[in-house]
């Protein structure tokens, strides 16, 4: 038997923000997905990702014909739902006995919504696939029904069943990297950084300890590869592939110090001289961050989301701003480049808070040069703020993932425009404005700053056409107002 496993393109109503920060990394999910088909069953995968450009611009019908899978797997984020969507509709028109199973982190959390809303979809897995795909393959081969099978909903009988969960998997040493793919399709570049390396996207854990509001994979077990296992594979990547840099793409690289000591004493111990990205908390000691310089980390994101301690505290974010201002400081002093990224919009947020945001902002671009992007906070699935948003009433009492909206205001403020904003206290107009004096204010830290980070970042924007010609026209009406701002704070 085959099976097909697929990552749909992303939307084509995505919006501006998806071009500035799209880069093409191979879709792990599938990846290891397919890696623990072959090697726990007998039966063969094909991996079909419509982001890769040997894909693109070919009709789905085209690519999907004379495919004799049995089995149909899915992938999708909430963005690219409605993609992955008009996949299944394509899978059951052409292959009406396959069987269509989606997951992935957007499915899992509207598993009902999705089998209610989309018939094309058979099964739902809920959480990570590795065994769950393996045992709806093995039942598929033995004629069995599902009841079975851990961590699936699916439609029994004209009923939408849920069975119970799949224990997680906690030996993730087992799982083999899958290397079927060449440097072409993936020609990957180091994350936040000045020059474009080449790099490789690679994962040393899964999961994240922490509990944010707003995000689809909090509180998700927290569990780490052997570090010697994850070099290893960094190693045969950079002997093939000629690779000088890494992007680690674990939720919180840095959410058990020992893991990370033990990263950088086996990537130090090989001498294999990586320049390397990852995604970090703030609250972490200066050995640490010394020792990550040491072997070869250049450029760290954060998510450091609001400047108001009072918004903080509110959506589980466990830092604080002192500790925002000393992580940036220690960076820059040791030359790491931070990408601090910041959310506005929060539960009961105001423009106090994003007044303490902005001059967050302020103080770590012109005083260190690090760029913080800035985006209004969006609604995912299965979060604690979609939750908030259903009881407000932001979200409609009978919200479907698969309602068709397009969202106006996400448009205005270059978001993508298929995933609801939260909107509680701070009005459209105040998110509108508020943005271009980012962009504003962006512009001045970047002219009167002398630091190296700022300005080749400033140039790179300016590249991407962030600071259009038109958009200088209006320029002049954001800069009073956001000095007006300003004034009404020193009072
Ligand atoms: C790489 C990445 C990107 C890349 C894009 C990758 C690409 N397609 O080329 C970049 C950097 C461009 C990116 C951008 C964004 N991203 Co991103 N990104 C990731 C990241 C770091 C890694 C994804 C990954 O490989 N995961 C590893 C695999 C193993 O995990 P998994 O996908 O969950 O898969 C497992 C299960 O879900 C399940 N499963 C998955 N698919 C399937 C399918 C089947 C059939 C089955 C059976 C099982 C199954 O089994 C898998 C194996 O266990 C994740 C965070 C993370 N570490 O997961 C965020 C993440 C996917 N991104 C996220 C977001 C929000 C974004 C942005 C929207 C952020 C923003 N505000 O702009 C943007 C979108 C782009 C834009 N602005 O236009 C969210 C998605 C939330 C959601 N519900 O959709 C995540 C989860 C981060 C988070 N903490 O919330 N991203
Ligand atoms: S936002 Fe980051 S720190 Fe917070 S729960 Fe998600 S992955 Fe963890």
Redo the contacts with the bound molecule.
């Keep these: 038997m085959k099976i097909t ?3 749909p393109a ?1 939307s084509v109503s ?2 501006a ?17 397919a890696s ?1 088909i072959e090697s726990r069953t007998v039966h063969k995968v094909e991996i079909i990702d419509l ?1 890769q450009r040997r894909y693109q611009g070919k009709p789905i019908k085209e690519v999907l014909k004379n495919n004799e899978s049995r089995i ?10 409605f993609e992955a969507v008009k996949v299944a509709e394509y899978v059951k028109k052409l292959y009406p006995k396959s069987l269509v ?9 509207c598993a009902e919504d999705t089998l209610r809303r989309v018939p094309e979809v058979d ?1 739902v ?1 809920r ?4 065994i ?2 393996v045992e ?1 393959i093995n039942n598929v081969d033995e004629g069995k029904d599902l009841r079975q099978v851990k961590g699936i909903t699916y439609r029994e009988d004209n009923r939408i069943t849920n069975n119970p969960d799949q224990p997680i ?1 906690d030996d993730l040493d087992s799982l083999q990297p899958y290397t079927k793919f060449s440097w072409d399709e993936y020609p990957e570049h180091i ?1 936040g950084y000045l020059e474009p390396i080449r790099a490789i ?1 690679v ?1 040393s854990s ?1 999961g ?1 300890p922490y509990k944010c509001i ?5 509180g998700m077990k927290y569990r780490t590869r052997k570090a010697k296992d994850v070099v290893n594979e960094i190693e045969s990547y950079r002997d093939k592939f000629n690779i000088e840099g890494i ?1 680690f ?3 919180t690289f840095t959410a058990n110090p020992h893991h990370v000591r033990a990263m950088c004493q086996e990537l130090i111990g090989r001498n294999l001289k990586l320049k390397w990205w990852c ?1 970090s908390r703030v609250n972490i000691p200066l050995e640490l961050l010394e020792l990550m310089k040491k072997a070869g980390c250049v450029s760290i994101a954060i998510g450091v989301e609001s400047g108001s301690p009072r918004i903080l505290s509110r959506i589980g974010k466990g830092i604080s701003v002192s500790q925002i201002l000393s992580f940036c400081k220690e960076c820059h002093d040791i030359d790491i480049i931070v990408q601090p ?1 910041f ?1 506005f919009s929060f539960p009961g947020e105001d423009e106090q808070d994003l007044i303490e945001t902005s001059n967050l902002i302020d103080r770590i671009e012109r005083t260190y040069g690090f760029i913080c992007p800035i ?1 209004p906070t ?1 609604i ?4 604690e703020l979609e939750a908030i948003a259903r009881k407000q009433g932001t979200l409609p009492h009978d919200f479907s993932w698969y309602d068709r909206v397009e969202y106006k205001l996400n448009a205005k403020l270059n ?2 425009s298929n ?1 609801p904003l939260y909107i509680d206290k701070l009005l459209p107009a105040t998110m509108q404005s508020f943005i271009v004096d980012r962009k504003v204010s962006l512009i001045a830290t970047f002219a009167g700053s002398h630091s190296k980070v700022a300005i080749v970042q400033g140039l790179q924007r300016l590249a991407k056409g962030d600071f259009s010609l038109l958009k200088f026209m209006f320029f002049p009406k954001f800069y009073y107002k956001y000095i007006r701002a300003k004034l009404k704070n020193i009072k």
């Excluded at 923000?17 to 997905?33: C, G, K, N």
């Excluded at 149909?72 to 739902?81: D, E, K, L, Q, W």
């Excluded at 707003?214 to 909090?218: H, I, L, M, T």
Aim: aromatic share 14%; hydrophobic share 40%.
């Design positions: 496993l697929i990552q992303k995505a919006g923000a998806t071009e500035q920060y799209w880069q093409l990394t191979r879709p792990l999910s599938l990846f290891y997905l623990s982001e149909f797997g899915i992938t999708s984020v909430t963005h690219t739902r199973v989606v997951g992935g982190v957007h499915f899992m959390h099964i897995v959480g990570e696939g590795e769950t795909i709806i998997f994350f996207s994962m899964r994240c707003f995000c689809s994979k909090a992007n793409l674990d939720l995604e990224y959310m985006q969006m995912f699935p299965g979060t978001q993508l995933i």
